[in-house]
């Protein structure tokens, strides 16, 4: 069982920044591949991005390339990511989630039901 555990959400201005932590459980974390979801209110929850186990690969929602950035420290169990120039569309609640057989692949998954693992979520409110 892996317990994850988001951080670092809160209010922010448009086109301020923020970094979300996710803190894992366990000593299986280096051969996860984690991604990071977000949901609105009203909308589905959609894909934001995603780091392989090793970290050599990457994976973004284009509506966020190019502003946010994710990485990780299997040192520290955590995953990051960085939110830079933030727009009020961005606001959501934002979820962590483990994808438990992300060693074996060679990409990034980004169907939310593909994950095993999810975190209870942080809220990011950007105002206009």
């Known amino acids: 069982q892996v317990q994850l555990v988001e951080s670092g959400g809160g209010l922010v201005q448009a086109g301020g920044s923020l970094r979300l932590s996710c803190a894992a459980s366990g000593r299986t974390f280096s051969s996860y591949t984690m991604g990071w979801f977000r949901q609105a209110p009203g909308k589905e929850r959609e894909f934001v991005a995603g780091i392989l186990w090793s970290g050599g690969s990457t994976n973004y929602a284009g509506s966020v390339k190019g502003r946010f950035t994710i990485s990780r420290d299997n040192a520290k169990t955590t995953v990051y990511l960085q939110m830079n120039s933030l727009k009020p569309e961005d606001t959501a609640a934002y979820y962590c989630?483990?994808?438990?057989?992300?060693?074996?692949?060679?990409?990034?998954?980004?169907?939310?039901?593909?994950?095993?693992?999810w975190g209870q979520g942080t809220q990011v409110t950007v105002s206009s």
């Open positions: 989630a483990a994808d438990q057989q992300g060693y074996k692949r060679r990409g990034v998954l980004t169907r939310g039901d593909e994950y095993d693992y």
